[in-house]
């Protein structure tokens, strides 16, 4: 079984992650979703709200589930057997940042990072330019899916 993980904190999730994911679905059997937890960092959105938000928007998916952690990615992948950590690139400033994680995490076990473009429509969508926008009132229909601008 090809099973996932993609890590992230998803505050909030957005349609890039969405895209990513979706693209994905047809390579891993399974792909677990995995919000990672740092007590160190604030969120705009509350963990539940964070868990909520994905699994509305994938409740009709079975290939998908959410979960939470916190400490190592790699550290995490091995305690629920999973073999690919699923990375969306944006950029070339993305794919630097995540070349140096996935090999680290190469070093510390034997999982493999899988590497997906972002889709054109939407690369230039991130989480914090999303709550920026948010932040100040701005319409963000376009770049979250209904289960989180719903709210």
């Known amino acids: 079984m090809r099973k996932a993980i993609f890590p992230g904190s998803f505050d909030p999730i957005t349609l890039g992650h969405v895209d990513i994911i979706n693209r994905a679905l047809p390579l ?27 699994k509305e928007n994938y409740k009709n998916e079975p290939k998908i589930t959410v979960e939470t952690y916190s400490g190592l990615t790699t550290d995490f992948c091995q305690k629920i057997n ?25 070093k510390l076990s ?5 590497f997906l473009l972002t889709s054109s429509d939407t690369a230039f969508i991130s989480s914090s330019i999303v709550r920026d926008v948010f932040r100040h009132g701005g319409d963000i229909t376009g770049f979250v899916p209904k289960s989180v601008y719903k709210k």
């Open 110 to 114: 034997n999982i493999e990072t899988v």
């Open 82 to 106: 999973v073999d690919f950590i699923l990375r969306g690139l944006r950029n070339p400033a993305d794919f630097e940042f995540e070349k140096a994680i996935a090999q680290t995490n190469r």
């Open 28 to 54: 891993f059997d399974k792909i677990v979703i995995a919000i990672g937890v740092n007590a160190d960092k604030s969120y705009m959105f509350s963990l539940e709200e964070r868990i909520q938000f994905i």
